[in-house]
């Protein structure tokens, strides 16, 4: 069965700084979709970055980059340049196939002014 | 664009009774499903659908029921609430094309 495991419950990070939240799956796939949705205090789902396991290249998408390590199995989302905004619950999601996805059970980061 | 529209947004019932959490998304995608978030533990799958007519189990599905006579439409059925399923329900809809999941806004329902 694929899991998907975040090993911090908490972090914090000073406002303007950078931090990185880890992720690790277990999978014998070789093609599969990994995921990092934001979770604010309002409870909203939003997709901060997506990385297909095909690709090399890790994904970025502003200040949000990944560090995707496929022998590793580990999925790590680096948030740089860190603002209030960014305090959340961040989930880690795996995805194989097209019905099911597996979620980590979240890292509460906040932001501190 | 609405996405995915979840209701009611807060529920409050008494252990026994019995509800509906509707959920419809209008994406027209293929793919949905029912998670429930409690501390600590993520997101759960309790069913999911591949397409109008079918659908399946998840990790958590006892005391659940689900059902998917439209593309658009997939409810939750609680048959006998129970106080541990107070939690924060969650709608979520997709294709497989893009592989990105929707979520609708979530559902608080307290069973006491």
């Known amino acids: 069965a694929q899991t998907v495991t975040q090993s911090q419950p908490e972090m914090s990070v000073q406002e303007a700084e950078t931090v990185t939240l880890s992720c690790t799956y277990d999978?014998?796939?070789?093609?599969?979709?990994l995921f990092w949705y934001k979770q604010p205090p309002s409870r909203q789902m939003i997709l901060v970055i997506r990385?297909?396991?095909?690709?090399?290249q890790n994904a970025t998408e502003n200040r949000f980059s990944v560090n995707f390590q496929k022998a590793a199995k580990s999925f790590s989302l680096k948030i740089s340049d860190s603002q209030l905004g960014d305090t959340a619950m961040y989930f880690c999601?795996?995805?194989?196939?097209?019905?099911?996805?597996?979620f980590g059970t979240g890292t509460r980061l906040k932001v501190l002014a | 664009n609405a996405g995915v529209t979840q209701t009611p947004k807060f529920q409050v019932l008494k252990t026994g009774q019995s509800m509906t959490l509707q959920c419809a998304q209008d994406?027209?995608?293929?793919?949905m499903s029912w998670y429930r978030q409690d501390p600590g533990m993520g997101l759960r799958l309790i069913h999911y659908?591949?397409?109008?007519?079918?659908?399946d189990q998840g990790e958590v599905p006892n005391g659940y029921n689900v059902s998917r006579s439209t593309t658009e439409d997939f409810p939750l059925r609680l048959l006998s609430a129970a106080p541990s399923q107070t939690s924060v329900y969650f709608c979520?809809?997709?294709?497989?094309?893009?592989?990105?999941?929707?979520f609708g806004e979530g559902s608080w329902l307290t069973v006491v």
């Open positions: 999978t014998s796939e070789s093609n599969y979709y």
């Open positions: 999601a795996f995805m194989k196939g097209t019905y099911k996805y597996i």
């Open positions: 990385q297909e396991a095909y690709k090399q």
């Open positions: 979520a809809s997709w294709t497989d094309s893009g592989n990105t999941i929707y």
């Open positions: 659908s591949v397409g109008a007519g079918i659908t």
């Open positions: 994406m027209n995608h293929e793919y």
